[in-house]
């Protein structure tokens, strides 16, 4: 008879745990019920939210378009003219430099 009192307070432990769970579960549900009302108004959250090829090919050409902005924006900073010195100067400068390095060699052999 021990036993079958063992086992009955066993089983009432295990049927108040089994309360216990069940009563947790209908709280997630309500949970779970409130949050899905809250998120439901966007679209985007949508499990199988499709879209349709007119709006596909609106929104690609939107990108596209921006690529563009963007590449003709990048492009003009990029294709500044390119300066080009005149050979009088360049001559200048190839004089000055001609110069110091004549004031090195000369340091050196002093």
């Known amino acids: 008879m021990a036993n ?5 307070s066993l089983v009432s432990e295990l049927q108040v745990g089994r309360t216990n ?6 709280r997630v549900d ?3 019920s409130v949050l899905g009302k809250l998120n439901s108004g966007r679209s985007y ?10 709006a596909r ?3 690609s050409l939107a990108q596209k378009a921006r690529w563009v902005k ?4 990048n492009q003009s900073a990029a294709m500044k003219p390119k300066r080009t010195m005149s050979a009088s100067a ?3 400068i190839a004089a000055a430099q001609r110069a110091r390095w004549a004031k090195v060699r000369a340091k050196k052999a002093a």
């Open 90 to 92: 360049r001559r200048k």
């Open 4 to 8: 079958l009192s063992g086992l009955a």
């Open 30 to 32: 309500a949970a779970l």
């Open 45 to 54: 959250t949508k499990p199988g939210h499709t879209v349709s090829a007119s």
């Open 70 to 73: 963007r590449a003709a924006k």
């Open 57 to 59: 090919r609106r929104m």
């Open 21 to 26: 769970l069940v009563d947790r579960l209908r």
